[in-house]
């Protein structure tokens, strides 16, 4: 958040470094019928402290899930 943006927005002005970002994920294929499949992944970051230091994050990790059907050509 530049000193500029801080002042239109309310938020703190914030210039993090950087870090690296840990993950751990779990993907699961399921067989539908036939050739299809679904396939799901959840997965979560741990955050470094550069970005949850920020005042925009409110929490130091983030979840995501995914899920796609796809058709396996023979």
């Known amino acids: 958040v ?3 943006e801080s002042l239109a927005s309310g938020y703190a002005a914030y210039q993090p470094a950087g870090g690296t970002t840990p993950y751990a994920a779990v993907m699961i294929e399921m067989p539908i019928g036939g050739n299809w ?9 741990w955050l470094p402290a550069a970005a ?3 005042p925009l994050l409110q929490k130091k990790t983030r979840d995501s ?10």
């Open 2 to 4: 530049s000193t500029t």
């Open 37 to 45: 499949y679904g396939n799901l992944q959840l997965r979560r970051d």
């Open 65 to 74: 899930a995914f899920f796609a059907v796809a058709y396996r050509f023979k």
């Open 52 to 54: 949850y230091d920020s």
